[in-house]
């Protein structure tokens, strides 16, 4: 682990990848993931909403509930997903990496700080569109010809 120039006390680092559904969050967390602990690095992947009893209920409650009420429901998730998953591996020096849906309202961050109440993100990724796609011809995608797949 290193320690960051000013702070006396070795902790993780927080990546928060965020962004609507397809857009590529679970890969890019997959891939740092992998970089990661190639360095070296424990790393801890998480996702938003979580698995807890606040973030089931979000998922649950998604395609029913909408405005403002969504928006607190993805934020309580928020608190809890921070209080009780994500700052025990930051403390124990572990990088975590959620991989967090868009929330219904843009203020409900994990870049934002609640008069510090939350953590800032060292690292927010905010990803804004799902990632072009290349069909399988020889079209070119990014500017880097598309490679073909033999079947």
């Given amino acids: ?79 809890h997903h921070l209080e009780v998953e994500i700052r025990p591996h930051l403390r124990a020096g572990r990088t975590a990496l959620p991989s967090t849906s868009a929330p219904p309202n843009p203020s409900v961050t994990h870049r934002r700080g609640d008069h510090g109440h939350r953590r800032r993100a060292d690292l927010p990724v905010r990803l804004r569109q799902r990632p072009q796609r290349c069909p399988p011809t020889r079209s070119t995608c990014l500017g880097r010809p598309a490679r073909r797949t033999r079947g």
């Fill in 1 to 79: 682990m290193h320690l960051r120039p000013f702070s006396e006390h070795p902790r993780g680092v927080f990546v928060s990848v965020d962004g609507p559904s397809g857009a590529g969050k679970s890969t890019i967390v997959q891939h740092l993931a992998h970089l990661l602990v190639a360095d070296g690095q424990d790393v801890h992947i998480t996702a938003e909403p979580s698995t807890g009893p606040v973030g089931t209920l979000c998922s649950e409650l998604t395609d029913t509930v909408t405005g403002r009420a969504l928006a607190c429901l993805y934020a309580a998730d928020r608190y």
